[in-house]
């Protein structure tokens, strides 16, 4: 009498039913979260410094040739790194001419520090590495731009 079987009765969802919707549901929530990781990073201290670095170097932009792309990061690269102090990320970039990898290396003195820039260099797809800015001197005063 629990379960009825006619129209408007309450019965269960066939499990095929449920487990369609949970994988959607499933997918849609880590589709979200990763895109939220990337939004996260976009928008940080460290990487906006580094693709304004890339951005005012003429060598690089020529190398690499207008207009600059800036994609994804692959959150499922070991060298893509970030903890309260450091973060070391390989930012994917392209232009017209040729692609490669921004590398960025950034630190900070503590958790409510502001992050400054250590290193970053571009590394083409055939193997040129250009150096786009590094921090030079041993208390990290001078600032060198190359």
């Given at each position: 009498?629990?379960?009825?079987?006619?129209?408007?009765?309450?019965?269960?969802?066939?499990?095929?039913?449920?487990?369609?919707?949970?994988?959607?549901?499933?997918?849609?929530?880590?589709?979200?979260?990763?895109?939220?990781?990337?939004?996260?990073?976009?928008?940080?201290?460290?990487?906006?410094?580094?693709?304004?670095?890339?951005?005012?170097?003429?060598?690089?932009?020529?190398?690499?040739?207008?207009?600059?792309?800036?994609?994804?990061?692959?959150?499922?690269?070991?060298?893509?790194?970030?903890?309260?102090?450091?973060?070391?990320?390989?930012?994917?970039?392209?232009?017209?001419?040729?692609?490669?990898?921004?590398?960025?290396?950034?630190?900070?003195?503590?958790?409510?520090q502001r992050w400054h820039?250590?290193?970053?260099?571009?590394?083409?797809?055939?193997?040129?590495?250009?150096?786009?800015?590094?921090?030079?001197?041993?208390?990290?005063?001078?600032?060198?731009?190359?």
């Open positions: 009498m629990m379960w009825q079987k006619y129209p408007g009765s309450r019965q269960s969802i066939p499990l095929g039913t449920k487990v369609l919707f949970g994988g959607v549901f499933g997918a849609g929530g880590f589709a979200l979260v990763y895109y939220l990781i990337q939004k996260f990073h976009s928008r940080s201290l460290y990487y906006k410094l580094a693709v304004e670095q890339l951005q005012s170097h003429p060598e690089a932009q020529e190398a690499l040739g207008p207009p600059l792309n800036i994609h994804y990061l692959k959150l499922t690269d070991r060298e893509n790194f970030v903890d309260i102090a450091d973060a070391k990320l390989k930012i994917p970039v392209s232009g017209s001419k040729s692609e490669g990898l921004l590398y960025v290396h950034s630190s900070r003195g503590g958790p409510f820039l250590d290193e970053v260099f571009l590394e083409l797809k055939d193997g040129q590495q250009i150096p786009v800015f590094k921090l030079s001197g041993e208390n990290g005063d001078e600032v060198k731009k190359e």
